[in-house]
């Protein structure tokens, strides 16, 4: 991990991915869901106390009738202010407004937490990259199916995309 950046508030968004019941609920390593949770929680509070967009996406699977149990963000989340993103595929952008949502509030930097990391998060990322965003992972508010996924993702690909931190240097970096 790198120094983290200094991240602007009203250039800053973070962005946090499948918060759900029934995904903080997997079996994830290296860190449980209930980890990720807290730890996306405290860079949530971080970032809105510092005037920065917070943004939610979780998944729905399209063409079904009725979505699983545990298919909401997290009971308490969301609040105010917040942007809340629904996806039908593995990433955030593709099928939705959130690149349109983002430029509108003049948002040039995305921080990144959730699950999977190689998944979801990642998915968003390299979307995000390619739309010209520049990009932090918060290492430890994330975690995976494997830690080896975790770790591929951590170690190889998204410091080619940007530059990963922990969420205590995020919190200091918006601060």
Request: hydrophobic share 50%; proline share 5%; aromatic share 4%.
């Amino acid at each position: 991990m790198t120094a983290a950046p200094v991240l602007d508030p009203q250039r800053t968004a973070l962005v946090l991915v499948d918060l759900m019941d029934r995904v903080v609920a997997l079996p994830l390593e290296p860190r449980t869901g209930t980890d990720v949770l807290a730890a996306a929680e405290e860079l949530a509070a971080a970032f809105r106390s510092a005037g920065a967009l917070v943004v939610l996406v979780r998944v729905e699977r399209p063409s079904v009738a009725e979505q699983p149990p545990g298919s909401g963000l997290v009971a308490g989340l969301v609040r105010d202010g917040d942007i809340e993103v629904v996806k039908r595929t593995i990433g955030a952008f593709q099928g939705t407004d959130l690149d349109e949502r983002l430029r509108g509030r003049g948002i040039t930097t995305l921080v990144f937490g959730g699950i999977a990391t190689n998944l979801g998060v990642e998915s968003t990322a390299r979307a995000a990259a390619d739309l010209g965003y520049d990009l932090v992972f918060v290492e430890d508010a994330m975690a995976a199916l494997t830690a080896a996924e975790h770790e591929a993702s951590v170690r190889l690909d998204f410091p080619r995309l940007g530059t990963v931190v922990t969420a205590a240097q995020a919190r200091l970096a918006i601060g």
